[in-house]
């Protein structure tokens, strides 16, 4: 009786073991593909399932999705640029069972569709849209690695590149590139600037030219700044247009005024005769202009001979000095006798 209690408690403890190796529990991320004697049986959903031990056996497929890395790729672009370009991929299995049976590991199968195809992207792209049109890209990258991915049972959610490295002469190409561009609009801007700049100043000259009293009041202005940086020395230009405006702004003298002042001219050249008395038989100042305004006959003192031959300077002006007296002629005082 012992014996069989042995043999029932050995053969239950067998059982328990037998079905404890059997048990399988599958989370909620993961799906279980069972094959019996190395055929398909099912796939298992999320839970405890059981498996007839030595017969069944469960392999486990994450549904997750997967964020993989592609190493950079150097390549030539479409303009005969070398760069390496790295991207990430993000997919997840949709098919449990394909991606069991179809590919032996997808993991690799689409790390390595996905370095090809970024290649492939290298070699089609400029290097202008590797690195302002990255969004295309990623599109069509996305489509060249999902194709093959579907039938392996792997959805490609995204494609994105991350970096794209240049040379170091690219680099410093491109610097100088943009310099130029930005110099050159900032050339244009202004040159534009002073374009409208004198535009706006012919308008003011020709608003200025119709009112002459704006040019004095512009100076004013231009005054009362300079002024206002508390200079010890402030140099003030002094425009012709000014003048000619102060010119026509003041009366002219009147006829008579013009008349009253003739007299005054007059007396400034009597005084200036006084001061330089003129020579009356002077030859060098007989074609003078002086000579000529004061050409009046000189009276000659009584008893001398008006025969040329006296060099005596003659007073033009009475309220001068009077000549030297003169040796009286023998024949004239023979004729005053």
């Given at each position: ?80 640029v070398t760069v390496r370009v790295d991207a990430v991929v993000y997919f997840r299995v949709i ?9 032996e590991n997808y993991l690799y199968a689409v790390g390595q569709v996905a370095q090809t195809s ?220």
């Amino acid at each position: 009786m012992e014996i069989l209690i042995l043999i029932a408690s050995g053969a239950l403890a067998g059982a328990a073991a037998a079905i404890g190796a059997g048990m399988r529990v599958v989370t909620q991320y993961e799906r279980g593909v069972v094959f019996r004697l190395g055929r398909v049986r099912a796939v298992r959903d999320p839970g405890l399932r059981l498996l007839i031990p030595a017969v069944d056996k469960m392999r486990k497929v994450s549904m997750q999705v997967v964020t993989m890395p592609v190493p950079a790729q150097e390549g030539i672009t479409r303009d005969n640029v070398t760069v390496r370009v790295d991207a990430v991929v993000y997919f997840r299995v949709i098919d449990p069972l394909r991606a069991i049976v179809e590919v032996e590991n997808y993991l690799y199968a689409v790390g390595q569709v996905a370095q090809t195809s970024l290649r492939s992207v290298i070699g089609k792209s400029d290097l202008d849209d590797l690195l302002s049109n990255r969004e295309q890209l990623n599109k069509g990258l996305e489509l060249m690695i999902d194709s093959p991915a579907l039938g392996w049972g792997v959805h490609i959610d995204r494609v994105e590149i991350k970096d794209v490295a240049l040379p170091d002469s690219m680099k410093r190409s491109m610097s100088r590139q943009a310099e130029a561009e930005r110099e050159r609009r900032a050339r244009v801007i202004s040159a534009d600037g002073e374009y409208q700049a004198s535009q706006k100043l012919a308008d003011a000259a020709a608003r200025m030219s119709q009112s002459p009293a704006a040019l004095q009041l512009r100076l004013l202005e231009t005054v009362v700044q300079v002024a206002a940086e508390k200079n010890s020395t402030l140099v003030l230009p002094f425009p012709v247009e000014l003048l000619r405006f102060l010119e026509r702004a003041t009366p002219g003298p009147s006829a008579g005024a013009q008349g009253a002042a003739e007299p005054e001219t007059g007396t400034a050249e009597s005084v200036t005769g006084a001061e330089f008395p003129a020579v009356a038989n002077d030859p060098g100042r007989a074609g003078s202009p002086a000579a000529l305004g004061e050409s009046t006959p000189a009276e000659l003192p009584s008893g001398a001979k008006p025969d040329g031959r006296d060099t005596q300077p003659v007073i033009a002006n009475s309220n001068d000095k009077a000549a030297p007296p003169r040796a009286a002629d023998p024949g004239a005082s023979g004729n005053e006798g």
